[in-house]
């Protein structure tokens, strides 16, 4: 599968942005979905996934209550809505999918595909 994402940019703290990622190449409904960040001199980082259905959904702790991942089957997309930013999630974003669909993973090496990164840059 072939992930591209988009949807990034400057925002001030406190502001939203929409990442999308639309995939092609293979049944995207098999995949579960994650997304991923690296701020510079970081780890890349797990932010959140979704299982295969749209059921599940898992969080890193510093985004709960502020991030909503969800995913359109029929249009191939995955998103990820982001309130009330701040600094700290200045990062570039990732896409993945994971085949490993029995289990909702957190961590990156769970992912076998990803796509090419969106800048996140929240400003004060």
């Known amino acids: 599968v072939q992930l591209q994402a988009s949807g990034g940019g400057l925002v001030q703290a406190g502001g939203s942005l929409r990442l999308s990622c639309t995939a092609s190449g293979s049944t995207f409904s098999r995949y579960n979905m994650g997304w991923f960040r690296q701020a510079p001199g970081k780890e890349r980082e797990f932010v959140a996934a979704?299982?295969?259905?749209?059921?599940?959904?898992r969080y890193v702790d510093s985004v709960k209550g502020r991030f909503l991942i969800s995913r359109d089957n029929a249009k191939n997309t995955l998103y990820l809505q982001m309130n009330t930013l701040t600094l700290e999630d200045t990062a570039v974003y990732y896409c993945?999918?994971?085949?490993?669909?029995?289990?909702?993973?957190?961590?990156?090496?769970?992912?076998?595909?990803w796509g090419q990164g969106t800048q996140v840059t929240v400003s004060s």
């Open positions: 979704i299982h295969w259905s749209g059921d599940s959904t």
């Open positions: 993945a999918a994971s085949s490993q669909i029995w289990v909702l993973l957190t961590t990156a090496g769970g992912y076998g595909y």
